[in-house]
């Protein structure tokens, strides 16, 4: 089978995508697949592609490749909004329509966001993860939010507040964050109205529309679903502040997996993730993020549908506490996908 893993992108966490997509790549190919990782935005030169699938490149020389790419992204968008050129960069459709699937390594906006889903499926092009709906209506806090809490899913209250517009009422302690972003990119919480006009512009640095939230003082935790089955319930202790993009890619957390929690507690949990799954319509795979306060109230905070696979991500942690090994993992997305 040959399997394109789609790599990079433009948003906030493409360097992440790249370190997930090696791994990917690495585990695909150990389960005897010709796989092989392209940047759905850079592409590769047309003399690479009648090869791609059976090149067994290095693939640690092409993570860092792609990573030394980061910096141009900015400058190549601008380039391409002046030329009128779309998105995808050379040869990637071409690349994709020939694999029997794409393995989606993506994160972030344009990637995880279903508009690449949707452009997929009206070509014909099999990819794993979930379906441009679900993708898209997880990937904005908002939808999350407007679809989840009249379906009885606990979360936070909220609201959203758009560029040049004013937040009438600001319960502080608050968080203030992304609606579309990923990895706690652009997060802060606020105490009070200085920090919380430097939480909103540090929000608006990334996108027009944020979240305002009340803050929930609680144990962090995040439950994978595969296949509509949640794994066991992952704790996340980071060793100071809040589980954000510092803390979850350089190591400075504790992970538990399975959790230290009563039975009754943990099986909650899992039973909301799956809900709240079927919810916003996901099928495959998705991970999702809660609280626990002391009361052990449980508030949902958000899906995941292209969860991280690196070293450090939480979804082969869960899944090997169910005795599934990394490879098992990335087998299982391509047989249910």
């Known amino acids: ?11 906030t966490e493409r360097d992440i995508s790249i370190l997930t997509s090696t791994k990917v ?21 047309s003399e690479n592609v009648d090869n791609f699938f059976n090149n067994d490149n290095d693939l640690e020389k092409l993570c860092k490749y792609l990573k030394n790419q980061t910096p141009d992204v900015e400058k190549e968008l601008e380039a391409r909004k002046a030329l009128g050129k779309g998105f995808f960069g050379d040869n990637v459709l071409e690349l994709c329509q020939k694999a029997d699937i ?48 009249p379906d009885g899913i606990p979360m936070p209250k909220g609201v959203a507040l758009k560029r040049g517009h004013k937040i009438e009422y600001v319960p502080y302690p608050c968080v203030v964050k992304p609606c579309c972003g ?9 105490n009070n109205e200085e920090e919380f006009r430097a939480a909103v512009e540090e929000a608006f640095r990334y996108e027009d529309n944020i979240l305002v939230e009340e803050y929930v003082k609680g144990r962090e935790f995040s439950v994978a679903v595969l296949d509509g089955e949640a794994l066991p319930v992952i704790e996340i202790e980071p060793l100071e502040g809040f589980y954000d993009y510092k803390n979850k890619y350089n190591g400075a957390t504790k992970e538990t997996c399975p959790a230290n929690l009563p039975a009754d507690v943990a099986q909650k949990m ?15 795979c998705g991970r999702v993020d809660m609280l626990l306060n002391e009361d052990e109230d449980i ?3 958000e899906i995941n549908t292209l969860p991280g696979m690196t070293e450090t991500s939480l979804i082969p942690q869960e899944a090997a506490a169910v005795g599934m090994s990394y ?6 997305i391509v047989e249910i996908s």
């Not at 089978?1 to 948003?11: D, F």
């Not at 690495?26 to 092989?36: D, K, P, Q, T, V």
């Open 1 to 11: 089978m040959n399997i394109v893993v789609l790599a990079g992108g433009t948003s």
């Open 25 to 45: 790549c690495e585990s695909l190919r150990r389960n005897g697949y010709n796989a092989n990782i392209v940047d759905v935005f850079f592409g590769i030169d």
């Open 102 to 149: 794409v393995f989606m390594g993506l994160h972030g906006s344009n990637g995880e966001d279903g508009k690449i889903q949707a452009a997929f499926e009206l070509m014909g092009i099999k990819y794993t993860g979930t379906d441009y709906i679900s993708s898209a209506i997880s990937m904005s806090k908002e939808l999350t939010k407007k679809v989840l809490v």
């Open 182 to 190: 990923g990895s706690s990119v652009g997060v802060s919480i606020a």
């Open 270 to 284: 899992q039973r909301w993730a799956v809900k709240a799954c079927q919810a916003v319509g996901i099928e495959t």
């Open 299 to 301: 508030f949902c905070l």
């Open 327 to 332: 490879d098992q993992l990335t087998q299982k």
